[in-house]
């Protein structure tokens, strides 16, 4: 790696001399001041990543909502909500964190096949955007909770366009065989039966086909299976008042090369100036997109323990910080804060927790030592937001840079954290 080299996918995220910078701080300094796990995020990043799907919107009535799971921290909530977010989430936790974060509740969409009456109540007493529903049953209880507060819940109703994303199946979501969505034969006695029930008033209609998509195809075909729908649906007397397309575009992980957002959105609304709807509200639900990159997690080497047919390389953060390796057999790039010079060793770089499955990656060729510093990189979304507690370790600190400014955003957990909430019989 040579001074000034900037990783791949990440202009925030690179070499100053012979050291890490994410933006204008070195990481071997934080690892320093805050002990490792650690996880490190880019405001400029995430901002920039925002601005590509701002310039691809511009001249359009269009909302970005947030899909927070991807990494629900407040102040990262904080820097969209500032950026003129609003927020897709996908239970009452996430209202709540939105509104501890300084969002704004009526640009928050609810998505999720299992949203509870409870969830239903909180979200319809702060008065959210739109709820994305799943199903005939959901609609059933939404109206009910909504007539019960004497209050219309504004519906969107997810389609399932039965589109292959061609992505990994655990996040996959458009497809027949999915328990997301509803089917795309079914929707417009789905919309009939909306239309008719009291505490419902239908404004959109919704698809997310998936995520870590890299290709634009099911993208656009996904759009035409949803505006064949609209056109139907309107025939039928009721009006689709917006246009929810989701999430799902992937990053650079390992050389991927997913389109740019801007370029992807000026298919996609060609598309729709062609079909006559350009100039519909639209929203999207990007997660992975917005935060992916503009994250890495910083781990040290404790062991190297060579092996008859593998090399380990131990390091402190595991699959409870860094889950995606063990539940997607995922890819991250794992780099060094400090490169020596010299050929190296082909380790598996593995965590401390007690399962064969607690590995973040394979078969890597590093030159490294105990003691040394590496970041797993692309590690903005899907990490911290999946941590556990698995083997009572404490979820790690996380860092916001913002330019030379560190922010330390939230503190590592101690052992007493983990069972605060448990008592003795
Ligand atoms: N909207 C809905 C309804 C979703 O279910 C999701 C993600 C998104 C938006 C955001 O998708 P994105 O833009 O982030 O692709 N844990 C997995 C990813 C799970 C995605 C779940 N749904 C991973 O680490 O790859």
């Known amino acids: 790696m040579t001074a000034n080299t900037a990783l ?4 925030q995220i690179a070499y100053a001399g012979d050291q ?20 490190v995020y880019s405001k400029a990043a995430m901002l920039s990543a925002l601005a590509a799907y701002q310039r691809g919107f511009a ?14 921290s407040l102040a990262i ?12 989430i996908v239970s009452g936790g996430e209202l709540a964190r939105v509104l501890a974060a300084g969002g704004d509740p009526a640009k928050v969409i609810f998505s999720g096949v299992g949203k509870t009456r409870h969830e239903m109540k909180q979200a319809l007493q702060v008065g959210i955007g739109c709820f994305n529903v799943e199903s005939e049953a959901e609609l059933d209880v939404l109206s009910e ?28 979501t458009g497809l027949k065989g999915n328990k997301f969505g509803i089917a795309h034969e079914e929707a417009l006695r789905a919309y009939r039966h909306a239309a008719s029930l009291p505490g419902l008033k239908v404004v959109g209609i919704d698809c997310h086909i998936g995520s870590q998509i890299t290709d634009s195809t099911p993208y656009l075909d996904a759009m035409d299976r949803v505006l064949d729908l609209v ?12 246009i929810d397309f989701g999430g799902g575009l992937g990053i650079n992980y390992n050389g991927d090369t997913p389109p740019e957002a801007d370029a992807l959105w000026a ?47 131990i390091v402190d953060a595991a699959m409870n910080d860094l889950p995606r390796p063990a539940m997607y057999q995922a890819f991250h790039q794992i780099v060094p804060l400090q490169p020596r010079s010299g050929d190296g060793v082909v380790y598996d770089v593995v965590g401390p927790v007690c399962e064969s499955g607690d590995w973040i990656g394979r078969d890597r060729q590093m030159l490294v030592q105990a003691g040394d510093v590496l970041a797993v990189l692309s590690a903005g979304a899907y ?20 330019g030379t400014k560190a922010h330390l955003i939230r503190q590592r957990e101690s052992a007493f954290d983990t069972f605060a909430l448990e008592q003795l019989v």
Do not use: W
């Not at 909530?77 to 897709?88: I, K, N, T």
């Open 77 to 88: 909530l904080q820097v969209f909500a500032e950026a003129g977010c609003g927020f897709d």
């Open 8 to 11: 791949p996918g990440q202009p």
């Open 267 to 313: 298919q996609l609304l060609a598309k729709l100036d062609a079909r006559g709807y350009g100039q519909r509200q639209l929203m999207i639900e990007p997660g992975r997109s917005l935060v992916g990159n503009a994250g890495v997690c910083l781990t040290e080497v404790l062991y190297l323990k060579p092996g008859e047919q593998k090399n380990f390389c």
């Open 145 to 172: 909770v909504a007539v019960s507060m004497s209050k219309q819940a504004p519906v969107s109703l997810r389609v399932n366009p039965n589109v292959d994303p061609k992505t990994h199946p655990y996040i996959s």
């Open 20 to 39: 890490l910078h994410v933006e204008g701080v070195a990481l071997s300094q934080l690892a320093r001041e805050q002990g490792t796990p650690l996880f």
């Open 59 to 72: 001249g359009r009535q269009a909302h970005i909502c947030y899909a927070m799971k991807a990494n629900s």
């Open 231 to 242: 056109a139907e649906v309107e025939s039928a007397g009721i009006p689709i008042h917006h």
């Open 383 to 402: 990490c911290m937001s999946m941590a556990s507690n698995y083997n009572t370790r404490g979820r790690a600190a996380e860092i916001l840079v913002d």
